[in-house]
T-cell receptor
């Protein structure tokens, strides 16, 4: 069994300040973890993924995430928010053990103030 | 642009009707996934096909069915529609079936049932 919890439904930041979107997971198998972004009325775009290589993963648009097995977390960060980062962000877990069916978190809405 | 196309973009229909949503995967991708996104349920995995065969089933209702054709495009059929079926339906594709490879999402079809 696997599950994902995104700890905040909304995160509000000012432009130029750091971003932290929190994600905790549970999985019976070694997980692969993903962050996707969804802009309004658009499909989901992959930001980054962790698949048991380096625990610090760098993605597109300056985002990165760190896999912490002891904390079962995969938080998404960015040093400086841009107005264009305003969107919905989804944390996703896929685990081995027969299939890689993904489980999505409920999403975190990132609001960026000028 | 992810390379995954979905038609139609919008669909408005009445309760009790049947609709078909179409998805063309990225060139070279053999696996197709269908998802439903609604406000109350979030993003839910429905079904996966790989090279024409059903690979995995998620939270798909019996009124819903899907298939993948020899040219690898896929169709999701929704019948006896209810108001609660109103949602965004996404298709995603990936190269293989059972690995944590990246899924590429289409722009979605917004279904409104009146």
């Amino acid at each position: 069994a696997q599950s994902v919890t995104q700890l905040d439904s909304h995160v509000s930041v000012s432009e130029g300040t750091p971003v932290l979107l929190r994600c905790n997971y549970s999985s019976s198998y070694s997980p692969s973890l993903f962050w996707y972004v969804q802009h309004p009325n658009k499909g989901l775009q992959l930001l980054l993924k962790y698949t048991s290589a380096a625990t610090l993963v760098k993605g597109i648009n300056g985002f990165e995430a760190e896999f912490k097995k002891s904390e079962t977390s995969f938080h998404l960060t960015k040093p400086s928010a841009h107005m264009s980062d305003a969107a919905e962000y989804f944390c996703v877990v896929r685990a081995s053990g027969g299939s890689y069916i993904p489980t999505f978190g409920r999403g975190t809405s990132l609001i960026v103030h000028p | 642009d992810s390379g995954v196309t979905q038609t139609p973009k919008h669909l408005i229909t009445a309760t009790g009707q049947r609709v078909t949503l179409r998805c063309s995967p990225r060139s070279g991708d053999l696996s197709v996934y269908w998802y439903q996104q609604s406000l109350d349920q979030g993003l839910q995995f429905l079904i996966q096909y790989y090279n024409g065969e059903e690979r995995a089933k998620g939270n798909i209702l019996e009124r819903f069915s899907a298939q993948q054709f020899p040219d690898l495009h896929s169709e999701l059929n929704l019948s006896s529609l209810e108001l609660g079926d109103s949602a965004l339906y996404f298709c995603a594709s990936s190269v293989v079936a059972a690995s944590p490879d990246t899924q590429y999402f289409g722009p979605g079809t917004r279904l409104t049932v009146l």
